[in-house]
């Protein structure tokens, strides 16, 4: 799903890891990234976050969409950070999950994302 993810690719963001619900990416912050306030846009930290999810949800195999998820800002990401995005499964019930994603910038907390998640017929 990743190698045809042009969205996710075209911002830099890389697939570290996804396998059994779990999922690494990250991206480095770039000047076309920063909002006005010369933060992070949190669109960008939303769609990092998305994207380790997407990953985790879709590491079982059948196609698997976002039915709805949240982020929690924690602080800011800055230019030129490298922030990771890590997935877990929480629960799989059904032909939905639920998967919360950390974005870190090292050690440091910068979003908490909760997704859900829906297997779809294709």
Partial sequence: MFDDDVASKSLGIELVEAADGRAVARMRVTAEMVNGHGVAHGGFLFLLADTAFACACNSHGPVTVASGAEISFVTSGRLGDELVATAQERTRYGRNGIYDVTV?????????FRGRSRTIAR
């Fill in 104 to 112: 870190h910038r090292g050690t440091e907390v910068v979003a908490e």
